[in-house]
C-alpha cells in the first residue's frame, strides 16, 4: 500500500513556470515507477513524465518534452514536475501515481498504476 499526497498548483498566466510535487508513504521500493499524469476536463488522463523512485526518467510526453522536468525532490520517495513556458494546453488536473514497473507494458498508460494522489489543479491563462 501506499500514499501519495501532490502540492505546488495553481494558477499562471502562459510562459510562466509551476514545480509541482509529489510525496509517498508507505510500501515503496526503488523500482518502483513514479509517474506525473494529468487531465483536462471531457478528456482523458494522460501521462506526462515518469521516473524510477531511486532515480532514472524513463518517459517525457512529446507535447511537454523541453519544458518539463521530472525529478527527486528533497524528501525520501518524492518527486518533483518543474513546468517552465507553460501553454494554456497545460491546464487541467495533475496526479502523481506509483506502480511496479516489472508489471508494466506501456509505462506512460493511467491504466498500469496502482496508487494516486488526491491531484492539484493547474490552470493557464494565455
Known amino acids: 500500500q501506499a500514499r501519495l499526497v501532490e502540492s505546488g498548483g495553481g494558477s499562471v498566466q502562459a510562459g510562466g513556470s509551476l514545480r509541482l510535487s509529489c510525496a509517498a508513504t508507505?510500501?515503496?521500493?526503488?523500482?518502483?515507477?513514479m509517474g506525473w499524469f494529468r487531465q483536462a476536463p471531457g478528456k482523458q488522463r494522460e501521462g506526462v513524465a515518469v521516473?524510477?523512485?531511486?532515480?532514472?526518467?524513463?518517459y517525457y510526453a512529446d507535447s511537454v518534452t523541453g519544458r518539463f522536468t521530472i525529478g527527486p525532490d528533497n524528501a525520501k520517495n518524492s518527486a518533483y514536475l518543474q513546468m517552465n513556458r507553460l501553454k494554456s494546453e497545460d491546464t487541467g488536473t495533475y496526479y502523481c501515481?506509483?506502480?511496479?514497473?516489472?508489471?508494466?507494458?506501456?509505462?506512460?498508460?493511467?491504466?498500469?498504476?496502482?496508487?494516486w494522489g488526491q491531484g492539484t489543479q493547474v490552470n493557464v491563462s494565455s
Open positions: 521516473m524510477f523512485i531511486g532515480g532514472g526518467v524513463t
Open positions: 508507505g510500501s515503496i521500493y526503488n523500482n518502483n515507477l
Open positions: 501515481a506509483i506502480g511496479r514497473r516489472e508489471e508494466m507494458s506501456q509505462v506512460s498508460s493511467p491504466l498500469e498504476y496502482n496508487f
